[in-house]
């Protein structure tokens, strides 16, 4: 049986019709819940995944996706997994691959890639720019890392919805966990209003943010 043919059998219709409708313009969706992808990639990682990268399937939706997940956890020097990562970037047409595509780094791989993805911040693609950004939240709101990430943030003027939701959603975590830093760069930042607003929302709405910090997020709207 061929990959193909394995996760044909695995379809679920009503998880195919839930899926789409959380991606729209997303086709050849077959509808395989991620758990079970993720059993499968870490299946071909523990194998010969360089083969199965070399000859990979893109037409599926979860095909894209069982290939970002086994990059993420194929075992090699930071150099190969970089190689590999720049031929899967372009994949990427939706937010799911995307945020599904960026793995927690291992130690060995954490300079290598934040030195990579700085180009991605200012590309022209919408799904280069989310990818540097939700890379950049899981791995580098960190001290030694905040305040460049930060002014990447700050730098990013694309217009498309999933790059700008990327930017809000990495302007919460890093208020999430150095509130006082970027309660400060966002008193000073130029993002346009649209994500500014859309930050302090997503800031809003978490959980892990005290109600009188809320307040004072509130306060910070802008008023068009």
């Not at 372009?90 to 599904?100: E, F, G, L, T």
Request: contains cysteine; aromatic residues 12%.
């Amino acid at each position: 049986m061929t990959l193909r043919e394995q996760l044909l059998e695995l379809t679920e219709p009503k998880y195919m019709k839930f899926t789409s409708a959380l991606m729209p313009g997303v086709e050849n969706v077959l509808g395989i819940r991620l758990p079970v992808l993720r059993s499968i990639a870490k299946e071909i990682a523990a194998g010969d995944w360089r083969a199965y990268l070399a000859e990979a399937e893109d037409f599926y939706f979860e095909e894209r996706m069982l290939q970002g997940l086994v990059i993420g956890y194929a075992r090699c020097e930071p150099a190969e997994k970089l190689a590999h990562v720049a031929r899967f970037v372009p994949k990427i047409d939706n937010w799911a691959v995307c945020d599904c595509f960026c793995w927690r780094l291992r130690a060995a791989e954490r300079q290598p890639m934040w030195k990579f993805i700085q180009p991605y911040f200012h590309a022209q693609a919408e799904y280069d720019v989310r990818f540097a950004v939700v890379m950049g939240l899981g791995n580098f709101v960190d001290e030694q890392h905040l305040e460049a990430f930060l002014r990447q943030l700050d730098g990013i003027r694309h217009e498309a919805y999933y790059a700008r939701m990327a930017v809000a959603w990495a302007v919460s975590v890093c208020y999430v966990k150095f509130p006082q830093r970027t309660h400060a760069w966002l008193g000073s930042c130029s993002l346009d209003d649209w994500t500014y607003n859309k930050s302090l929302q997503k800031i809003i709405e978490s959980y892990r943010v005290s109600d009188a910090a809320k307040q004072e997020i509130r306060a910070m709207k802008r008023r068009r």
